[in-house]
């Protein structure tokens, strides 16, 4: 199937802004519920990298029908290292390892976005702990395959900016006038505050 689209490493090369939490989230979600399907199916990527790992994207028609299908979704690419699950491999990484790598490069895109760093810290940091969780025997640390996305979704909820509560001016707290310009500005906001 021909796939229209950029890979994760192509677009961490030419476009890092264009990696944000969001995408980081939808990423990763998609990724381990592939990892899992080939699992439960028997068999295992062998060589997960950003390079297999592509954005596809939405086709148009579709998404002008249904508005939920315009985002990206990721698909994974190069099949020719897949084999059984159970087939030894001279490899030192498995697919949940190579995983791991995948969503530390991206950790690390965002990271190196101070802007991006600075907006989301909680993010970035549930983010961390999930990949080192997952860089270690993921059996242990999610002993249900439902952990993997519910661990994503949390972290997906950190996302959202919490807009700051708007501090309403009290007369009294201005020390002088020179603070409003002028007593008259300062004579008004008493009779209108009283």
């Known amino acids: ?23 980081v989230a939808l990423v990763a979600r998609d990724l381990l519920t592939a990892i899992l399907v080939m699992e439960a199916m028997g068999y ?8 297999n790992l592509m954005l596809e994207q939405p086709n148009a028609r579709l998404a002008a029908i249904n508005p939920a299908k315009a985002v990206r979704r990721l698909r994974i690419i190069d099949l020719g290292s897949m084999k059984p699950f159970d087939k030894a491999t001279a490899k030192p990484d498995d697919d949940w390892s190579l995983s791991a790598k995948c969503l530390a490069e991206l950790h690390n895109t ?5 802007s991006l760093a600075s907006q989301y810290p909680q993010f970035l940091k549930s983010l961390r702990d999930f990949i080192c969780d997952l ?3 993921p059996s242990r640390k999610f002993p249900d395959q439902g952990d993997y996305i519910r661990r994503i979704e949390q972290a997906e909820q ?5 807009p700051r509560p708007e501090a309403a001016f009290h007369p009294l707290e201005a020390i002088s006038a020179e603070h409003l310009a002028d007593d008259a500005i300062l004579l008004e906001l008493f009779v209108k505050h009283l």
């Open 135 to 137: 860089a270690d025997d």
């Open 158 to 162: 950190l996302i959202t900016i919490e």
């Open 44 to 51: 295992k990527h062998d060589d997960m990298n950003l390079g």
């Open 1 to 23: 199937e021909w796939l229209d689209g950029i890979t994760l490493r192509d677009l961490i090369n030419q476009s890092p802004d264009e990696i944000t939490p969001a995408l």
């Open 110 to 114: 965002l990271h190196a976005n101070r």
